[in-house]
């Protein structure tokens, strides 16, 4: 596709359930990133992929969250046994670290822990 | 870690007038300065960047300053029309590495 992709747009679940969110990124970027957005609030950083490197974990709120990226493209973000204050918008950005590093966003996962 | 700081959180314009958005920075190997919009319900779109290397940047009604010595970088909106009004953030970073964001700046443009 022409941008990045984020599944599902929506997602109710009961709390102490797992739920995994997916990426599509932008075919050809080398970078992946996932971000929180609560509500009303601005852009808390989760984690970063670049190419075969380790990713850069040091946002994870807890080792509730975790996320992998297959094949240096999907990316699937889990959280465990969720939260009410797990309830939020996630965000995933791709770009193309060989030419600049201009990000673009999908258009974001709505994740309500009830 | 690099830490941004965007002011101000909310400002209100008349269509038609300018709109400006400041942002500063900590980290000096911060060399890449995007700035995205976010309209309700959306995620951020990239609307203009700018690079260390270079002071100023326009795009039709949008541009953005830089002043390294100073770490700080704003954006200029003239001739604001409704459709503007949106929330915008400003980002940090290096090449290579995350992006830090500012804490938003609701932008509404009164008709």
């Known amino acids: 596709g022409a941008g990045v992709s984020q599944s599902p747009s929506n997602k109710v679940t009961e709390k102490g359930k797992d739920v995994e969110l997916r990426c599509d990124p932008i075919?050809?970027?080398?970078?992946l990133y996932w971000y929180r957005q609560s509500l009303g609030q601005g852009l808390e950083f989760l984690i970063y992929?670049?190419?075969?490197?380790?990713?850069?974990k040091s946002g994870l709120p807890s080792d509730r969250f975790s996320a992998e990226r297959t094949g240096g493209s999907v990316s699937t973000l889990t959280i465990q046994r969720t939260q009410q204050e797990d309830s939020a918008v996630y965000l995933c950005a791709s770009s193309f670290q060989g030419q600049g590093t201009e990000a673009f966003f999908g258009q974001g996962t709505r994740l309500t822990v009830v | 870690g690099e830490n941004v700081e965007q002011h101000p959180s909310t400002l209100s314009v008349q269509e038609g007038d300018s709109a400006v958005i400041k942002c500063t920075y900590s980290?000096?190997?911060?060399?890449?300065f995007p700035w995205y919009k976010q309209e309700l319900g959306k995620g951020p779109q990239l609307i203009i960047d700018?690079?260390?290397?270079?002071g100023e940047k326009k795009d039709q009604r949008i541009a953005v300053t830089l002043n390294k010595t100073a770490k700080h970088f704003s954006l200029h909106i003239t001739e604001t029309q409704p459709e503007d009004s949106a929330v915008y953030f400003c980002?940090?970073?290096?090449?290579?590495?995350?992006?830090?964001f500012g804490t938003g700046t609701s932008l509404t443009v009164i008709p």
């Open positions: 980290d000096s190997a911060s060399n890449y």
């Open positions: 700018i690079r260390s290397n270079v």
């Open positions: 992929f670049q190419g075969n490197s380790a990713p850069d």
């Open positions: 075919s050809g970027h080398t970078a």
């Open positions: 980002a940090a970073s290096t090449t290579g590495n995350q992006f830090y």
